[in-house]
Nanobody, 123 residues
Framework: QVNLVESGGGSVQAGGSLRLSCQVA????????MGWFRQVPGKKREGVAA???????TYYADSVKGRFTISQENAKNTYLQMNELKPEDTATYYC?????????????????WGQGTQVTVSS
């Protein structure tokens, strides 16, 4: 079992920046990756970014490349720096983690999810 605790989020005007943080608060076994998904009501969840602890590789959705940066610390904390925010970035953002390394959502849904934090970008 892995518990994820998120912080950050909020409201900002278009062009602004926000930083999301996530911590592995409790775990039975370590995780191989952490990442972020987002969801807008009525739309499919989207894998936004992921970082893999074995080798340090990262994944970004095309919609956020060049604007968002994911980082990690001690394989227990992950951060999502979001710059040049757009109104279409408005969503609930979820921290995710997986003990087998599936954090982008390309192959399967990550095993563990945080409670979600709202990001609202106004035009």
């Amino acid at each position: 079992q892995v518990n994820l605790v998120e912080s950050g989020g909020g409201s900002v005007q278009a062009g602004g920046s926000l930083r999301l943080s996530c911590q592995v608060a409790r775990y039975t076994y370590g995780v191989r990756c952490m990442g972020w998904f987002r969801q807008v009501p009525g739309k499919k969840r989207e894998g936004v970014a992921a970082v893999y602890f074995n080798g340090g590789s990262t994944y970004y959705a095309d919609s956020v490349k060049g604007r968002f940066t994911i980082s990690q610390e001690n394989a227990k904390n992950t951060y999502l720096q979001m710059n040049e925010l757009k109104p279409e970035d408005t969503a609930t953002y979820y921290c995710v983690a997986d003990q087998e390394g599936y954090c982008s959502g390309k192959i399967r849904t990550p095993a563990y999810w945080g409670q979600g934090t709202q990001v609202t970008v106004s035009s």
